[in-house]
């Protein structure tokens, strides 16, 4: 078995980097997060860095819930990450990425629920439509919109009884759509 070191680039700020060209082809850039302390740190970085989302499943009412999606590894090994939150409320939502299809922005809101700073609202963004919103806008708007060349893999953040926090891992994908 090969062991693989897995690098994650962390910014320095919740932007976005402005060229594709500052996220290496090999590393996943962290972006973010947005959003309150509660909860624990979720994280899908510590069992595999991702290379390309299949699908993202949001559970959501007036605040977004709980949030899981499935990726590849830079293996083409798929893996699982969530579900993080676990309000019950509201809505379930699976998202199945096309092969072509990829997420280049996600944004939403961030605001007090009961005694919590949570993730208010959400929208994916991809190159063919948007998803969303999941929840209901409410608070501090943020966005991350990677540039052309880039797309987001992932996601990070921290969740208790709702997603507190969510941030996004964004690499170059001229090679991340070769995956079946």
């Keep these: ?93 699976t998202i199945q990425f096309g092969r072509l299809e990829f997420i280049k922005e996600v944004f939403g809101t961030t605001g007090a629920f009961g005694a919590h700073t949570v993730v208010t609202s959400m929208t994916l963004v991809t190159n063919l439509q948007a998803y969303g919103p999941f929840g209901q806008p409410n608070g501090n708007p943020f966005c991350v919109h990677v540039p052309g060349g880039c797309s987001i893999v992932g996601f990070f953040g921290r969740a208790g009884r709702y997603v507190d926090a969510v941030g996004v891992y964004a690499r170059a994908h001229d090679d991340q759509l070769s995956f079946a």
């Design 1 to 93: 078995m090969q062991f693989q070191t897995i690098i994650i680039m962390l910014q320095a700020t919740r932007q976005a980097p402005r060229t594709c060209s500052a996220v290496q082809r090999s590393l996943a850039t962290k972006i973010g997060p947005w959003g309150g302390n509660g909860g624990s740190h979720v994280d899908a970085a510590v069992v595999a860095l991702p290379h390309r989302l299949e699908t993202v499943t949001v559970r959501s009412d007036v605040v977004v819930d709980s949030l899981a999606y499935s990726y590849l590894d830079q293996a083409g090994q798929k893996h699982i990450a969530g579900p993080w939150g676990s309000g019950n409320a509201g809505k379930t939502t």
